[in-house]
T-cell receptor, first 108, second 117 residues
Framework: KNEVEQSPQNLTAQEGEFITINCSYS?????LHWLQQHPGGGIVSLFM???GKKKHGRLIATINIQEKHSSLHITASHPRDSAVYIC??????????FGTGTSLTVIP | GAVVSQHPSRVICKSGTSVKIECRSL??????MFWYRQFPKQSLMLMAT?????????EQGVEKDKFLINHASLTLSTLTVTSAHPEDSSFYIC?????????????FGPGTRLTVL
């Protein structure tokens, strides 16, 4: 069993739809990260959070420490949001565990 | 935010040659950098932890003589794939650990796609 599980694995949405990607983890963490990987492979760090909620533009990330669960929301989705979204958790030793990613395609 | 660069972004080489990939932290000093490998449609796999001024720590199953890591300065780590073979073709990503401002996070480089013919 993976330490980090994401769902769904693949997601196709119409432009403008509200999107949610879920992440559950089974290890103790100091922080949870949401990463975005574009088709060319480059990775961008979207959020790092250890509690509560963070918002950046149309992206919102939440975490529930008790339930060991996080969600990434995209409001008013756009084709340029098409990418693989990866959930990762880090512990106090800064060791990372990665989810297998959610491949998002937003259709115009 | 902090920026980490990698060079080259893409490299194609012949089997048997060695390839060096550079990872630089552009606006902060990183005593620790990490090297990851990603196979198609799979998640990132940590290969090794690179510590400035000391030997790298390799994950189980990663050949240290095959993947040479040097962290000669606080802003540069290099990964050399020696005697590359087609099975080494992969996407290699580095990250740098940022301990400024009482935070502890990693910033990822854009990755290097290696194709060994």
């Amino acid at each position: 069993k993976n330490e980090v599980e994401q769902s769904p694995q693949n997601l196709t949405a119409q432009e403008g739809e509200f999107i949610t990607i879920n992440c559950s983890y089974s290890v103790g963490i100091s922080a949870l990260h949401w990463l975005q990987q574009h088709p060319g492979g480059g990775i961008v760090s979207l959020f790092m959070l250890s509690s509560g909620k963070k918002k950046h533009g149309r992206l919102i990330a939440t975490i529930n420490i008790q339930e060991k669960h996080s969600s990434l929301h995209i409001t008013a989705s756009h084709p340029r949001d098409s990418a693989v979204y990866i959930c990762a958790v880090s512990n106090t030793g800064n060791q990372f565990y990665f989810g297998t990613g959610t491949s998002l395609t937003v259709i115009p | 935010g902090a920026v980490v660069s990698q060079h080259p972004s893409r490299v194609i080489c012949k089997s048997g040659t060695s390839v060096k990939i550079e990872c630089r932290s552009l606006d902060f000093q990183a005593t620790t950098m990490f090297w990851y490998r990603q196979f198609p449609k799979q998640s990132l796999m940590l290969m090794a932890t690179s510590n400035e001024g000391s030997k790298a720590t390799y994950e189980q199953g990663v050949e240290k003589d095959k993947f040479l890591i040097n962290h000669a300065s606080l802003t540069l780590s290099t990964l050399t794939v020696t005697s590359a073979h087609p099975e080494d073709s992969s996407f290699y990503i580095c990250s740098a650990r940022d301990l400024r401002w009482l935070t502890d996070t990693q910033y990822f480089g854009p990755g290097t796609r290696l194709t060994v013919l």
